[in-house]
């Protein structure tokens, strides 16, 4: 795609003063220079056009407030005194990748005076004696140069993931125990509900049969009396049981 038609499908019906952040990669350019970029993007601060084969940056309007520019992986072989014209406020400048094969084609850079980080990764000027001493001499005002200071000392922001990933290690770790302990609390809770299932059935049971027992037990009684009882008498209680009258009785009242 065409970086002009990507510049319109970037704005999204905004207008170019309301846009800070341009991202217009891997597009093509215009013969190798900046295409639809125009100085109306007066608030951007943030440009990158990684491997839009650019040769130049010569027409790259004014903006004020731009604080980093990516322009990795091109052909620009020189032309930076543009930077400090058109983006005097220029704080992170990111040339991996370009045809920057000599120290005097950085020393434009030094107009910049509030550039801090410089990228010349796989740059051709990276394998000259003394490069990273000489580019800091060049340009006193560099605090980082390829990821690192003058002392060697890493830029703090480079491997943010990897502080990450060891405090989420230590959250975890804790975690991890916290859940083991909880899952143990949760088997014993288990464990003693069982336990309490276990006694309510046995109690059930055993109120179940101490009843059983009652009644066998009043049963018997009653069986053990009636066994003592004569002949007559028991067959008496067993009419009287049943709610019936004594045969006997009905035969004393025919005579009467």
Known sequence: MEMKKRLMLELRNKKPGEVKELVLDNCRSDDGKIGGLSSDFENLEFLSMINVNLL????LPKLNKLRKLELSDNRISGGLEVLAEKTPNLTHLNL????????NTLEPLKKLP????LD????EVTNLS?????????LPQLTYLDGFDANEKEA?????????????????GDEGEEDDDEEELDEDVVDDEEDDEDLDG???????DEEEEEEDDEDGEEDDDDEDLPQGEKRK???EDEGEEDPDEEDDEEDD
Do not use: Q
Not at 56 to 59: K, R
Not at 120 to 123: A, E, G
Not at 130 to 138: G, W
Not at 156 to 172: C, F, H, K, M
């Open 56 to 59: 130049s940056v010569s027409n």
């Open 130 to 138: 003394n490069y990273r001493d000489s580019v800091f001499a060049l």
């Open 237 to 239: 209680r067993e009419h």
């Open 202 to 208: 046995e109690e059930e049971e055993d109120g179940v």
């Open 96 to 103: 991996s990748g370009n045809k920057i094969k000599y120290f």
């Open 114 to 117: 509030h550039l801090r980080t």
């Open 120 to 123: 010349l990764f796989n740059c």
């Open 156 to 172: 703090p922001d480079s491997e943010p993931e990897a502080d990450g990933l060891d405090d989420e290690y230590d959250e975890n």
